[in-house]
C-alpha cells in the first residue's frame, strides 16, 4: 500500500508541476500579442518548446497514476464500486484531453519548423490555433478534471480527511471554470498539494465513518 501511495503522490506532483512547466513553451493563449506568437515558431525557441512539450505529457502519465490509486482506494469499499469507475472513467477523459492538448500545442511548433517560410501563416491564424490547442487542455482537460474531483470528494467520506475533500470540491469547482484561464491555477496546486498529503500519509487512511463512531 505505501509503495503504490507513494507512487500515487509523485504521479500527482509530477503531473501538478509538469503542467505548469509546460507553459513556459511561452504557448499563445489569452490576449492576442505580437511578439510572443513570432517567438513561440522561431526556430531558436522551437527546442523549449518540444522540451516543455515533451515533459507536460509526462505529468499526465503521473495524473493516470493518481487516478489508478484513487480507483482502488474508493473500490475497496464495498457498495462504491461505482463511484471508483466514476472517478476513473471521468478522469482518465481528461487525462486524454491533457495529452491529445499537449500535442496539438507542439505541433504548431513542429509545423512551423518543418515547413519553414513556404508553410508559414499569418499570426492571428498561429495564435487562433494556439488557443484553440489550449482549450482542449482547459476546456475538456480542465472541466473533465473539475468534475473528477467532484465525483472524488462525494465518493471518498470516510476515506480521505474532511479538508482535503473540501479542498478538492473547491479545486473542482475552479476548473469547471478553467477555459476562462485565471481559475486553472487550482489544477496544479490541487494536484501537488494531494501529491503531498499521499507522500507524508505514506498510505495510512482515516477510520470509517461507522468505526469512528463506535470507538
Known amino acids: 500500500m505505501k509503495r503504490s501511495t507513494t507512487l500515487a503522490g509523485a504521479g500527482a506532483i509530477a503531473f501538478g508541476v509538469l503542467t505548469v512547466v509546460g507553459f513556459l513553451g511561452g504557448t499563445p493563449g489569452g490576449n ?3 511578439s510572443t506568437v513570432a517567438d513561440y ?8 518548446v518540444i ?3 515533451y515533459l507536460a505529457i509526462v505529468g499526465v502519465v503521473g495524473l493516470i497514476c493518481l487516478l489508478a490509486y ?3 482506494l474508493i473500490g475497496a469499499d464495498q457498495g462504491r464500486q461505482m463511484g471508483a469507475n466514476i472517478v476513473w472513467g471521468i478522469g482518465l477523459a481528461s487525462a486524454a484531453s491533457f495529452a491529445v492538448g499537449w500535442g496539438l500545442v507542439t505541433g504548431i511548433a513542429v509545423a512551423a519548423a518543418e515547413g519553414g517560410s513556404p508553410a508559414s501563416v499569418p499570426h ?13 487542455l482547459f476546456g475538456s482537460g480542465g472541466i473533465f478534471l473539475g468534475l473528477a474531483c467532484i465525483a472524488l470528494m462525494l465518493s471518498t467520506r470516510g476515506q480521505l ?7 478538492t470540491l473547491v479545486a473542482g469547482v475552479l476548473a469547471l471554470a478553467a477555459p476562462f ?3 486553472a491555477f487550482a489544477i496544479p496546486l490541487w494536484a501537488a498539494l494531494f501529491g503531498v498529503w499521499l507522500i507524508a500519509a505514506g498510505g495510512r ?10 470507538s
Do not use: C, K
Not at 487512511?205 to 463506535?214: D, E, H, M, N, V
Open 161 to 167: 480527511p474532511g479538508w482535503l475533500r473540501w479542498v
Open 41 to 48: 515558431i522561431s526556430g531558436g525557441h522551437f527546442p523549449m
Open 32 to 34: 492576442y500579442d505580437e
Open 51 to 53: 522540451a516543455t512539450g
Open 181 to 183: 484561464y485565471f481559475p
Open 70 to 72: 484513487l480507483r482502488e
Open 205 to 214: 487512511r482515516p477510520p470509517a465513518i461507522g468505526q469512528a463512531s463506535g
Open 124 to 136: 492571428p491564424v498561429t495564435y487562433q490555433l494556439s488557443d484553440t490547442s489550449v482549450n482542449v
